[in-house]
T-cell receptor, first 114, second 112 residues
Framework: ETGVTQSPTHLIKTRGQQVTLRCSSQ?????VSWYQQALGQGPQFIFQ???????GRGNFPPRFSGLQFPNYSSELNVNALELDDSALYLC?????????????FGQGTRLTVV | QQQVKQSPQSLIVQKGGISIINCAYE??????FPWYQQFPGKGPALLIA?????SEKKEGRFTISFNKSAKQFSLHIMDSQPGDSATYFC???????????FGTGTSLTVIP
């Protein structure tokens, strides 16, 4: 196990609702990245947080927002849910943001939007 | 736009055989190329990684071959085992950070 925990593991929401996903980073890690993995696809980078500040964002609309807390845990918030938001959401923690720094992934949160 | 293209989508190999998965990229600014292994219900886990200044890296049964001029890299799994059955993703990142661009994945099945 990586020591990265995500909650909840599964979630069903209705289109238009809002959702909050949570991630506890591995001890000693100050960086959390969030990815969206649609069925049968590779993970797509949403954004990264480093020491409570956003440190890069992928091609996702503003209704995807995040937060990192002083203990380096993180939240992903998605507003106005759409059917296409149904996916596995992965968070990855790392001990920094350098290019060859290994990222450790959690098991993910499976979000279904109906 | 898919920054990293991966093939094949699925692969079936006999136990003891060699599994080969290929990836290609366009952006020459990519500086780090990891391979991830993902089992059902789990997050991806780093398998092996390479920098573009090296043409090959081997760790146990896993080897990355890297062709900088062709902008291609591949994963070779020697002596494939049923326990290797998983989905494999190639990825790439810039030298500015560890934000990864993933390929679409290859589902590997190793038949006993």
């Amino acid at each position: 196990e990586t020591g990265v925990t995500q909650s909840p593991t599964h979630l069903i929401k209705t289109r238009g609702q809002q959702v909050t996903l949570r991630c506890s980073s591995q001890s000693g890690h100050n960086t959390v990245s969030w990815y969206q993995q649609a069925l049968g696809q590779g993970p797509q980078f949403i954004f990264q947080y480093y020491r409570e500040e956003e440190n890069g964002r992928g091609n996702f609309p503003p209704r995807f927002s995040g937060l990192q807390f002083p203990n380096y845990s993180s939240e992903l918030n998605v507003n106005a849910l759409e059917l296409d938001d149904s996916a596995l959401y992965l968070c990855a923690s790392s001990p920094g943001t350098r290019a060859n720094t290994e990222a450790f992934f959690g098991q993910g949160t499976r979000l279904t939007v109906v | 736009q898919q920054q990293v293209k991966q093939s094949p989508q699925s692969l079936i190999v006999q136990k003891g055989g060699i599994s080969i998965i290929n990836c290609a990229y366009e952006n020459t600014a990519f500086d780090y190329f990891p391979w991830y292994q993902q089992f059902p219900g789990k997050g991806p886990a780093l398998l092996i990684a390479i920098r573009p200044d090296v043409s090959e890296k081997k760790e146990g049964r896993f080897t990355i071959s890297f062709n900088k001029s062709a902008k291609q890299f591949s994963l070779h799994i020697m002596d494939s085992q049923p326990g290797d059955s998983a989905t494999y993703f190639c990825a790439a990142s810039f030298n500015t950070g560890n934000q990864f661009y993933f390929g679409t994945g290859t589902s590997l099945t190793v038949i006993p």
